[in-house]
């Protein structure tokens, strides 16, 4: 069965900083992967997504992540974190082939807390 | 382009009462999402319509939640009688085909509270 982990459910670093978020997959085959965005009170915004191609994914918002089959890892990083960042992480993982729905299973999350 | 919309925002019931949600997508998307987010946890798929049907309903607990997407636009999600379980962020979400490279575009939510 598919699953999602993200190691970290809370992570706090300095405003200018580097952030990377962690996450694990299980999944039989290549999988689509997603990373989203959850501002308190808002719903999910997608930060970037991958399915095919490039390993390193460039998304919104200054953001980038790169897949590693070989470790099932899709981790989020960003070089220099701005205090708009403060939200909750969400890594997804979909379904190819014949289960091809477009159904997500979400990590956990993590919730990143940018100090001044 | 106007994002999924949803209502109400928030709603407080007590247990063994009835409530409703409802949801907009974006317009000429063809598949209709519901997500439920307990505190603490990532989003759960609930329901997933295609158009008018459901795809996708195994992790709907449907002795006691039901839904339904008339005409293939909006959707409607109830839960009766509601346990103090349910309380959440009830999500919906939208995709233009419903496959798995989509992005799904979601709605701000319903924070349910049951008492």
């Known amino acids: 069965a598919q699953s999602v982990t993200q190691p970290d459910i809370h992570i706090t670093v300095s405003e200018g900083a580097s952030l990377e978020l962690r996450c694990n997959y299980s999944?039989?085959?290549?999988?689509?992967l997603f990373w989203y965005v959850q501002s308190p009170g808002q719903g999910l915004q997608l930060l970037l997504k991958?399915?095919?191609?490039?390993?390193l994914v460039q998304g919104i918002k200054g953001f980038e992540a790169e897949f590693k089959r070989s470790q099932s890892s899709f981790n989020l990083r960003k070089p220099s974190v701005h205090w708009s960042d403060a939200a909750e992480y969400f890594c997804?993982?979909?379904?190819?082939?014949?289960?091809?729905?477009?159904?997500?299973?979400f990590g956990q999350g993590t919730t990143l807390q940018v100090k001044p | 382009e106007a994002g999924v919309a949803q209502s109400p925002r928030y709603k407080i019931i007590e247990k063994r009462q009835s409530v409703a949600f409802w949801c907009n997508p974006i317009?000429?998307?063809?598949?209709l999402y519901w997500y439920q987010q307990i505190l603490g946890q990532g989003p759960k798929l609930l329901i997933q319509?295609?158009?008018?049907?459901?795809?996708?309903d195994s992790q709907l607990p449907k002795d006691r939640f039901s839904a339904e997407r008339l005409k293939g636009v909006d959707s409607t999600l109830k839960i009766q009688p509601a346990k103090l379980e349910d309380s959440a962020v009830y999500l919906c979400?939208?995709?233009?085909?419903?496959?798995?490279?989509?992005?799904?575009?979601f709605g701000p939510g319903t924070r349910l509270t049951v008492l």
């Open positions: 979400a939208s995709s233009l085909r419903g496959v798995g490279a989509d992005t799904q575009y």
């Open positions: 999944y039989g085959a290549t999988p689509y």
């Open positions: 991958y399915f095919s191609g490039d390993t």
């Open positions: 997804a993982v979909g379904a190819h082939g014949s289960g091809n729905t477009g159904k997500l299973i």
């Open positions: 317009s000429g998307h063809a598949t």
């Open positions: 319509f295609q158009n008018n049907g459901v795809v996708d």
